[in-house]
């Protein structure tokens, strides 16, 4: 699917940190931004980390929308009435295939698996079902980015990090607490997740190194 529309989107360049690079030498496919709560700016984050592995890879990105946050990643881009993640992975009905939810944009360097339109209710996510749909995106795209859901939010970030390659930790300097990061960090790990990094957003000071290390 084309996404060539009159959008005019500006992603910026993350100041915060830089982990293109970790990532790149690390030969990770498939990567999950989550926060601890939501308002942290993963979406951001997401969109700017999918352009600049776009930048700098030989291969493919696509970015993934899996986060039902109000005015999310999919609302930002014109894509939130498209097919996509919700619906290749809750209707078990009439489900649609993955390269007819895949949206090419022709002002981005990445292609977008929107959110979707499937209303899910309270169903959960199935890990075996998303393992499957990693499995056959990962073999099309040399990264698979995605927008999670905030950790105090939704469970389906601690599912979803345990499936993929590394999950990056987008934290609100302005906003989140130190312990309530700390936290989130650790339910990551105790579920099995592999957390590689950190990103600080709206940061007005120079954070240590240490810092970063230690979340």
Known sequence: ??????????IATPSETNLTATVLDLDQRTLLLTAANTGSGTSTSALAFASQLALMSAGNVLLIDASLAPGG????????????????????????????CIVRLSDQPFDVLPVGTWKRGR???????LRVLLHQLSNQYRFVVIDGEAIYASADSLVIGT?????????????????????????????????????????KYYMPKWLYENL
């Open 163 to 203: 499936l993929v390659d590394g999950v990056i930790l987008v934290v609100c300097a302005e906003e989140t607490r130190w312990e309530v990061a700390q936290a989130a960090s650790q339910r990551l790990t105790q579920a099995g997740a592999r957390l590689i990094g950190s990103v600080f957003n709206k940061r």
């Open 123 to 129: 169903d959960r996510l199935d890990p075996e079902q």
């Open 1 to 10: 699917m084309d996404g060539s529309s009159s959008r005019s989107l500006t």
């Open 73 to 100: 990643l999919s609302q930002q881009l014109g894509l939130a009435k498209l097919r996509g993640y919700s619906d290749l992975l809750f209707n078990q009905d009439t489900p649609p295939l993955a390269q007819d």
